[in-house]
Nanobody, 122 residues
Framework: QVQLVESGGGLVQAGGSLRLSCAASGRTFSTMGWFRQAPGKEREFVAAINWISGRTYYADSVKGRFTISRDNAKNTVYLQMNSLKPEDTAVYYC?????????????????WGQGTQVTVSS
């Protein structure tokens, strides 16, 4: 069975950093990404990575602050979040899909983790 398990969320003050991890089991995918959803808002794209090439994609709102990476040996994708802002507060979800196009579209992804809460205080 496919499982995506997120970890690393928590409470941090504005300007601080957190590192999220997503461990995949069952199989590997062409693309893995991170999405987030704040209360009352739609789920939005944060970052994605092509598993083989390492090419990365970022939402404008996090570009320059967040970095997505992967460890092929560990089947794990990471999201390093720096210079956090209160508006980054959300549940962060790891996602995976078979295809390698339309990386920012949530409906394109085939599997999802349970999510991990990130709260940034001011």
């Amino acid at each position: 069975q496919v499982q995506l398990v997120e970890s690393g969320g928590g409470l941090v003050q504005a300007g601080g950093s957190l590192r999220l991890s997503c461990a995949a089991s069952g199989r590997t995918f062409s693309t893995m990404g991170w999405f987030r959803q704040a209360p009352g808002k739609e789920r939005e794209f944060v970052a994605a990575i092509n598993w083989i090439s390492g090419r990365t994609y970022y939402a404008d709102s996090v570009k320059g602050r967040f970095t997505i990476s992967r460890d092929n040996a560990k089947n794990t994708v990471y999201l390093q979040m720096n210079s956090l802002k209160p508006e980054d507060t959300a549940v962060y979800y790891c996602a995976a899909k078979y295809g390698s196009t339309s990386e920012s579209l949530a409906r394109q992804y085939d599997y999802w983790g349970q999510g991990t809460q990130v709260t940034v205080s001011s």
